[in-house]
């Protein structure tokens, strides 16, 4: 099994920042379009942004702005900067490696609290 290992979730108060960082294996991260997902208590899991070989991205139009996707291919680890964070971006963050529909990984999930 695939492991993307995630770090750098935690709790922040409104307005703050926090960085995640995955870490995948160089086969999957050379092969791979990297990106966040997230998903908030009750709701379906969403795209946040994704990182393509050329270092193009695209993020969920309503993040752009705040959250800026990253990687370092020297680490095979993708980051995902959040600022200005707010109450509803809480959820659970995601890493993904995609290549196909039926052939992509996740990781195990990293939480983010947004409260005062």
């Known amino acids: 099994q695939v492991q993307l290992v995630e770090s750098g979730g935690g709790s922040v108060q409104p307005g703050g920042s926090l960085r995640l960082s995955c870490l995948a294996p160089?086969?999957?991260?050379?092969?791979?379009?990297m990106g966040w997902h997230r998903q908030a208590p009750g709701k379906q899991r969403e795209l946040v942004a994704q990182?393509?070989?050329?270092?193009?991205?695209v993020y969920a139009k309503s993040l752009k702005g705040r959250f800026t996707i990253s990687r370092d291919i020297a680490k095979n680890t993708i980051y995902l900067q959040m600022n200005s964070l707010k109450p509803e971006d809480t959820a659970i963050y995601y890493c993904?490696?995609?290549?196909?529909?039926?052939?992509?990984?996740w990781g195990q999930g990293t939480q983010v609290t947004v409260s005062s």
């Open positions: 993904n490696a995609f290549r196909t529909k039926l052939a992509q990984d």
């Open positions: 160089e086969t999957i991260f050379s092969t791979s379009v």
């Open positions: 990182i393509f070989s050329n270092d193009g991205a």
